[in-house]
């Protein structure tokens, strides 16, 4: 498809040849930062990740992906080996080194380190963790409202691999989205185990309907920091807005449908399975919340 384009689309920026990144401890060239193959997170997925945004020389909502990356780790009984203090510590000698202050995207990563031998027991890896920041300066360029398509990957329940959790193991979206590409759009539009609407590959999904904002009931989708604020955004500014089941049915019938994201933050959704939706643009109760969305970012940063 020759217009195809996804969610975190930005525009080119020629700084990006020359980054620094952050690589145990030592910041060193793009070219440079190069890790095992006996590294578990290349091995087997085995870690954990946040995407952070810099506005204006401050982490939005850092307090919450510190808190959502040290959950994570907890859940993987993995040892980061740096405090809270340290993690930042480490986003702000790598966003000096790259000389950023408005309009970069940061992925912290973190393994579970050099594996001894090839095989997926987690006491194989014995010199983790490993931890990489990629920050690049990124300004989202979206030509067009997303398209989505219905695919038959869903997200799965929480014993088989929390979808809550932010980890390197992404096959099961990354097979949403090519099945989602195969079908002409940009991204998949996934249901959970019952069949309700649930997110995108990549992104957190909300409809409008009737002035109403609804999203899925959070039990089967990433657990969004964007997703979040938004909510608390409807509800601060008598915005109705229902966490709750909803079908392809009431989707294809909706007025407006978005994405959240901390890359894009609210990006209108133009197509599902070949249904307009909408006008297929900006709804206005889309642009009013990310109108809300760019005051709480001034606010924060400021």
Not at 9 to 26: K, T, V
Not at 181 to 186: F, I, L, N, Q, V
Request: a negative charge; one cysteine or more; proline letters at 5%.
């Amino acid at each position: 498809m020759s217009d195809h384009q996804t969610t975190h689309q930005a525009e080119d920026d020629p700084r990006n040849q020359n980054l620094l990144i952050w690589l145990n401890r030592q910041v060193v060239p793009k070219e440079e930062a190069k890790i095992s193959v006996y590294d578990s997170g290349f091995m087997l997925g085995d870690g954990i990740w946040e995407g952070l945004r810099l506005y204006n020389g401050q982490w939005a909502f850092l307090a919450e992906h510190i808190d959502r990356l040290f959950e994570a780790a907890k859940a993987l009984d993995l040892d980061i080996g740096l405090d809270r203090a340290g993690v930042i510590a480490a986003l702000e000698e790598t966003r000096a080194a790259n000389g950023m202050h408005t309009d970069a995207h940061a992925r912290l990563m973190i393994t579970r380190g050099v594996k001894t031998r090839p095989f997926q027991h987690p006491s194989l890896s014995q010199s983790g963790p490993t931890i990489v920041i990629i920050m690049e300066h990124s300004k989202p360029a979206l030509p067009r409202p997303i398209r989505l398509a219905t695919v038959p990957h869903i997200r799965g329940l929480p014993m088989t691999q929390d979808p809550k959790l932010n980890s390197h193991s992404k096959l099961n979206c990354i097979l949403a989205c090519i099945a989602a590409e195969k079908a002409g759009a940009d991204e998949a539009l996934m249901l959970d185990i019952h069949g309700f609407v649930n997110t995108t590959n990549a992104c957190n999904f909300f409809i409008v309907r009737k002035g109403q904002v609804w999203t899925s009931t959070g039990d089967y989708c990433m657990n969004g920091i964007t997703r979040q604020k938004v909510i608390d955004l409807c509800r601060a500014h008598d915005i109705p807005v229902y966490e709750r089941n909803f079908s392809l049915v009431d989707t294809y019938g909706a007025d407006e449908a978005f994405l959240t994201g901390t890359f894009g933050a609210q990006t209108p959704v133009s197509q599902i399975d070949g249904r307009q939706i909408g006008t297929g643009d900006f709804g206005p109760v889309t642009k009013r919340i990310r109108d809300l969305y760019k005051s709480l970012i001034h606010q924060e940063t400021a």
